[in-house]
């Protein structure tokens, strides 16, 4: 998690941008944004396990729909909860789940670790497709979005389009930097050991199943949050929420962004919401341009849309340092492999 | 065979916990496969000729994953590719075969062309895409292939619309047996299951008995070495692909006259086929076979005895035995 | 990209040139249009074209185009524009499609959808806002017209509960005894089939197993097998679209079809006849619409859309062709006024639509009053064999307009 300078401008700007558009943009566009940015805290958190614990979840939305039934159970129709209790719930719910998930799967590898958390996220997906009680298939509606309030002081109101657009904005900046936080630990270069060479790390000592396990916790807590995000802005959750298409979805969202990057992902989710905004007016076929749009991206860009955004940054390096000489920017590190300077 | 016998007790003593019930004496007095299946026996007033019926079924239906899970293995086990458009070719099979019917109404002619095009579809994908991809991360081709499914998919809506159709049985085989006063089983549906026998039965030999199985067997074993030992080369790969793609298409066309054609009907099969080719074990033709058998019979009863929990048990049979075994039934330890 | 200004939908009807915000291809020809007269009124549609229920997402635009063509293409004095969204079945896309249409697309009406949990996504959104309009061409949801009814919420299909009732009450009627209702397990399926088992333990009779099969799967062997072993008088049952197909040909190839008697809502036999063919001859079922009506618009539809698309009509069919109706009779009342919506939620609530299903209106809670009809598949097409129920209202259970 070494950033660059130009990397870190460029993040910036990536931030002030967001900050300033709900000034520019129009209402469904800044709500589109919302969306995609908690589609980007999602894709966060899952390539956490793909991109540097080296473990492909094909299971992720489980976290990311549990959170919003628990969002859902704990709101009453009369009246909003709390912020400070419905995110405890949650975040407690969806750590729990990760915790007894993860647990078993951490066992596994490889494509073996895909489909096993596919299964268990298929279990909870069936319990809530059947609970009829929980409006099986069809979903149920979340009445209230919880109240911000220290004391009788009101902090927030999420009711509010453009204080909820600053509160997602700022959750995604947080996880961004408690993420990058937690890979610049000891913890961070542990897990990344593991992706390199699990055998190895053991052979230090450590005991690399447990620090799997919590990565996953991690992960599923934050895919948690995210959840908790979506369900409190779109006021409404269904099983497919947790269904295989939502894990599936975020996935493509990861590697299409560039793993091992954390704004990659983000980069992706926004890449995906646009292209499918804008194809959608072009044409009734919009799926056969997204098709070809996800396989231009792997053929052509290696290491998917953050690769572009090293190449930008490596291009700008040249602006930070006209000289070319004297250190070498980190921004190499992200160079594309196999590409020829 | 020891591994075999290990296999079953293990499974028995899997079941006891999740079912466990005094009435269900009836597994100690049925041979091994049967017990599992069969714990919920005394349960239910399920008469033996209905249960025998409904092991039929099962099987059946583990016939046609095996047909679908076993090109995806194949594929995965020599390759290293997660091929997630494997549902598409299903798909694309059986919409070849509902417009050859058109063309020459007669359903042996169409599959046998609808076979050729498969191969050929197989081959220019594996050419002009997926052999870019080869020294690649896999997520690449996970990414690559699923871009694959969103064009597979506008394309059938371009090409075919979003009507669905039937195929269909050819007059020789459109009679049935009568099983009983009720209930009749078509004869196509035996026929399904018999040319599935026939594939599974042509991949043993295939798979046992010639170099394209060694270097199978091999890659199912240990993909580096044998990509090490130079087996890799272009046209390897090019055909177990296009081999791949032409057994999905072909349990979509076989299974076309009874499943009907219609749009998205790939992706039901397909994560079902993953499923079937874990449990079995990824790159092995047997476990996908042992695998399929599994999934056709716990879903078949599954649906009959538990329908709260039809839906998962799938899933919960995935889970139990990743959890016994991580590499699947007849998978190598990583 | 798009990047239009924000507007509200008032402005955006009067200046046309605030249509710059749509996309080249689609703007076009409206701002041409646009050039001298008022902007066209838009309808969004959210309807699905991909997946099991694509043939209903096509038939009921294909017919609700047809029926605005034949009023000249104008709605109150205004042309016409369309916005469709493939909805993909998706319910966690529907809340963002549906913004999509009213935010960015700054829809009039809202068409859609046919899946009843997406329906609900997008009543709970729209059901909140006074503008647009959302007309439901076909999603039964119970609660559609129920808690969730609002002054801008209409359906012109039915409620799920409507065509299954009439198929309990025919089934303890014509002398059964037992049964076994097998359907999907999501919401249009549970709640026709409590519907039909209401009606049909009224009427004397006794459900002996209720199963339901995870939506959308198809595989039904296992499930035939047991009703054969079970062997009730009847079974009554509830599928759709390619699933409808699949099931009827399973239940005639295990050769049950002439040993139990099949029964349920229509939708069963409805647009599948193609596809199901001798497996859905006999077929009886009650639904609110069957081919050989005998009224003039019923002929006058069929012949129109089987010339218009080269398919015969089905209920579906008809469902848009109505919505159409709806629309048109609505904006002539208002002069094309969209943005009075006041207005013309009066107009449609008082709409006599001449249908080919006969003539229907609103129930208070803004869902059909109509007749149920007895139907049976011959050769193909659903033909006519009586009135199940006169002028039946669903009970709209929960709105607050009742």
């Given at each position: 998690m ?9 993040l910036?700007?990536g931030v002030?941008?967001l900050a300033?558009f709900p000034?520019?943009g129009?209402e469904f566009y800044t709500e589109l944004a919302v969306r995609l940015m908690i589609l980007g805290i999602f894709a966060m958190s899952l390539d956490l396990l793909i991109g540097y614990t080296?473990l492909?979840s094909f299971g992720h939305a489980a976290f990311f729909g549990l959170a919003g039934y628990v969002l859902a159970i704990i709101t009453p129709e009369s009246a909003p909860v709390s912020i400070w209790f419905a995110l405890l719930a949650c975040l407690a719910a969806s750590a729990l789940a990760a915790l007894a998930i993860g647990w078993i799967c951490v ?9 096993i958390t596919l299964a268990f996220a298929q279990m909870l997906y069936y319990f809530f497709n059947e609970n009829t009680a929980l409006g099986s298939s069809d979903g149920i509606f979340i009445y209230h979005k919880p109240t911000v309030n220290i004391g009788s002081f009101q902090l927030l109101d999420l009711d509010n389009a453009h204080t909820f657009y600053y509160f997602t904005l700022a959750s995604l900046v947080l996880v961004y930097l408690l993420l990058s936080t937690f890979l610049k630990a000891?913890f961070g270069?542990?897990i ?18 447990r620090y799997k396990l919590v990565s996953f916790i991690i992960s599923g807590t934050l895919a948690g949050f995210a959840g908790f995000l979506e369900a409190t802005f779109s006021g409404f959750v269904s099983p497919a929420h947790l269904g295989w298409h939502e894990s599936g979805l975020i996935l493509?969202t990861v ?7 954390l704004y990659?992902p983000v980069?992706g989710a926004f890449?995906m919401g ?68 | ?307 709260e929990f039809?839906a998962m048990?799938?899933y919960?049979?995935?889970a ?15 | ?89 998706s319910v966690p896309k529907a809340p963002t499609n549906t913004n999509k249409?009213i935010k ?12 009843s949990g997406i329906a609900a996504a997008m009543a709970k959104i729209i059901g909140k806002r ?11 949801s119970n609660a559609v017209?129920g808690p969730l009814c609002a ?34 397990k999501y919401g249009?399926?549970i ?206 259970k929960g709105c607050k307009?009742?």
């Open positions: 070494t950033h660059s300078k130009p990397l870190v401008f460029l910036l700007l002030f941008g300033a000034f520019a129009s080296g492909v066992r596994t590898s490889g494509v073996y670790f895909i489909m000891p270069r542990v990344r050991g593991i992706k390199a060479n699990e055998a190895r790390t053991m052979a230090l000592g450590f005991n690399t199943r493509m590697i299409l962004g560039g793993i091992g990057t990659g980069l890449a646009l292209m499918e905004d804008s194809f959608q007016d072009m044409t009734d076929h919009w799926l056969l341009l997204m098709g070809v749009f996800v396989i231009a991206v792997v053929l052509f860009l290696p290491n998917g849309i953050a690769g572009l955004g090293a190449r930008g940054a490596k291009l700008l390096s040249g602006v930070f340092r006209p000289s070319g000489g004297g250190t070498n920017p980190p921004a190499a590190k992200n160079k594309i492999p196999g590409e020829e300077p | 065979m020891r591994k075999r016998v290990y296999f079953f007790t293990v499974r028995a003593g899997l079941r006891l916990p999740a079912f466990r019930d005094k009435r269900s004496l009836a597994p100690a007095l049925l041979p091994g496969p049967l017990c599992s299946l069969s714990s919920g026996y005394f349960l239910l007033p399920m008469d033996f000729t209905t249960f025998l019926i409904q092991v039929l079924n099962g099987v059946q239906y583990g016939f046609m994953l095996f047909l679908v899970a076993s090109g995806l293995t194949l594929i995965f086990g020599i390759m290293g590719i997660i091929n997630l458009a494997h549902g598409a070719f299903y798909m694309i099979g059986a919409y070849l075969v509902y417009w050859l019917m058109g063309i020459t109404d007669n359903l042996f002619v169409s599959i046998t062309a609808a076979i050729a095009i498969m191969l050929v579809i197989g081959l220019a994908i594996e050419r002009f895409a997926i052999s870019f991809l080869y020294h690649r991360d896999h997520l690449h081709q996970v990414l690559l292939t699923y871009g694959l499914i969103l064009i597979f998919n506008e394309m059938q809506k371009i090409l075919w619309g979003s009507d669905f159709y039937s195929v269909r049985v050819p007059e020789i085989l459109s009679g049935s047996v009568r099983l009983t006063e009720t209930l009749v089983y078509p004869h196509y549906r035996l026929f399904i299951s018999f040319m599935c026998m026939l594939v599974a039965a042509g991949m043993y030999f295939v798979i046992g008995r010639t170099k394209l199985g060694m270097i199978i067997r091999a890659g199912a074993s240990n993909r580096e070495m044998t990509r090490a030992l130079g087996i890799n080369i272009g046209w390897n790969f090019a055909l177990v692909f296009s081999l791949g793609a032409a057994l999905a298409g072909f349990a979509g066309m076989i299974g076309a006259p009874v499943s009907s054609v219609y749009p998205g009907m790939g992706n039901q099969i397909l994560i079902i086929s993953f499923v079937v080719i874990v449990i079995g074990g990824i790159g092995s033709v047997k476990g996908a076979f042992v695998g399929a058998m599994l999934i056709g019979l716990a879903d078949t009863f599954g649906q009959v005895l538990f329908p039809a048990i799938v919960l049979l995935m139990f035995v990743l959890m016994w075994r991580p590499q699947g039934l007849f998978g190598k330890p990583a | 990209m798009s990047n239009m200004s924000d507007n509200s939908r008032r402005r955006f009807i009067k200046g046309a040139g605030a249509l710059a915000g749509l996309t080249a291809v689609s703007s076009f020809v409206p701002v041409r249009f646009a050039i001298g007269a008022t902007a066209p009124v838009k309808i969004g549609i959210l309807l699905p074209y991909s997946g099991t229920y694509a043939m209903l997402g096509n038939s009921i635009t294909d017919a609700m185009k047809l029926r605005i063509a034949q009023a000249g293409d104008k709605l109150g004095g205004r042309a016409v524009e369309y916005i469709a969204i493939d909805s993909e079945m249409l960015k697309n700054n829809v009039d009406f809202i068409v859609g959808p046919v899946h006074k503008t647009p309009i959302m007309i439901v061409p076909n999603a039964g017209t002054p801008n919420i209409f359906r012109t299909s039915f409620s799920n509960w409507q065509p299954a009732y009439p198929g309990g009450e025919l089934m303890a009627k014509e002398g059964h005894k037992t049964a076994v209702t097998i359907s999907w249009a399926g709640q026709m089939m409590a519907a039909g088992k209401e009606a049909f333990e009224k009427g004397g009779g006794k459900v002996v197993r209720e199963i339901l099969i995870p939506f959308p799967k198809v595989n039904f062997q296992a499930h035939l097998a047991e009703i054969a072993s079970l062997k009730p008088d009847a079974v009554f049952s509830f599928f759709s679209g390619g699933g409808a197909a699949k099931f009827l040909k399973d239940y005639a190839a295990a050769g049950l079809k002439d040993k139990i008697t099949l029964y349920g809502p229509g939708f069963l036999t409805e647009g599948v006849a193609k596809a199901a063919g001798a497996a859905a001859e006999g077929i009886k079922t009650t639904l609110h619409y069957a081919d050989t009506l005998d009224n003039a618009a019923n002929k006058a539809f069929r012949a129109a859309y089987k010339k218009a698309t080269g398919k015969a009509a089905n209920v579906f069919a008809v469902q848009g062709y109505d919505t159409g109706s709806l629309l048109i009779q609505a904006l002539d009342a208002v002069k094309g006024d969209a943005g009075a919506t006041a207005d013309l939620i009066k107009a449609m609530e008082v709409a006599v639509i001449d249908s080919p299903r006969g003539s229907w209106k609103m129930s208070k809670a803004h869902n059909p009053i109509q007749d149920i009809y007895v139907r049976q598949v011959e050769n193909g097409e659903q033909k006519l064999l009586g009135v199940a129920a006169k002028q039946l209202e669903d009970p709209a307009m009742v």
